[in-house]
């Protein structure tokens, strides 16, 4: 099978553009989880989506968004662009959404705002 | 809310020697896992070992053991005849067993491990 793929895998946008990122699961999984990668926050949970829903999120500002497709590809969407959003982009997909299914990770979108 | 903490920003070990990583998690919750994943350079992040916490049983995956201190909240990782390509930066991260906790990780800070020859 194969993995998790992200696209693009680098970026470079200025200050006040927005931003599309796309992630396509392994195949047959409903769920897609978004993580931002910085050197100064770390990891955080932006947001997952299981079956075209929200199902949660976490603590970023509304120009952060996402959906999901009905074939469990997502994509998420960064407004406006601040300096501070440069980061690594991860998104990880599961089979499910809560239970003890294992989540694989994609290589990454490099973002860098200028 | 939950938090994970790793307080070894840095290890080095060297090849064929035995190298811990400590991690410890902070959660009113009585159900969750536990997992240790690996980002080498490349950044793809690779899940090492997972334990749930309702298993007494500490997990093991073949070099790589963990010790599960469910009272202390402690989490530590023990990498058995280190290798150079176990050089990587390791997180520790959190997932509740709740319903409504989907899939979200929370994790460390992380443990930015050096294997030499």
């Known amino acids: 099978k194969a993995g998790v793929t992200q696209t693009p895998r680098y970026l470079i946008k200025t200050r006040g553009q927005q931003v599309t990122l796309s992630c396509s699961p392994i195949s047959g999984h409903r769920s897609v989880s978004w993580y931002q990668q910085t050197p100064g926050q770390g990891l955080q949970f932006l947001f997952e989506y299981f079956s075209e829903t929200q199902r949660n999120k976490g603590n970023f500002p509304g120009r952060f968004s996402g959906r999901q497709f009905s074939n469990s590809r997502s994509e998420m969407n960064v407004s406006t662009l601040e300096l501070g959003d440069s980061a690594l982009y991860l998104c990880a997909s599961s089979l499910a959404s809560g239970v003890a299914y294992e989540q694989y990770f994609g290589p990454g979108t490099r973002l860098t705002v200028t | 809310a939950q938090t994970v903490t790793q307080s070894q920003p840095e290890m080095s070990v060297q090849e064929a020697e035995t190298v811990t990583l400590s991690c410890t998690y902070d959660t009113s919750e009585s159900d969750y896992y536990l997992f240790w994943y690996k980002q080498p350079p490349s950044r793809q992040m690779i899940l090492v070992i997972r334990?749930?916490?309702?298993?007494?049983q500490n997990a093991t995956e073949n070099r790589f053991s963990v010790n599960f201190q469910k009272a202390a909240k402690s989490f530590s990782l023990k990498i058995s005849d280190s290798q150079l390509g176990d050089a990587a930066m390791y997180f520790c991260a959190y997932r509740s067993d709740f319903t409504g906790g989907g899939n979200k990780l929370t994790f460390g800070t992380g443990t930015q491990l050096k294997v030499e020859l």
């Open positions: 334990q749930e916490a309702y298993k007494q």
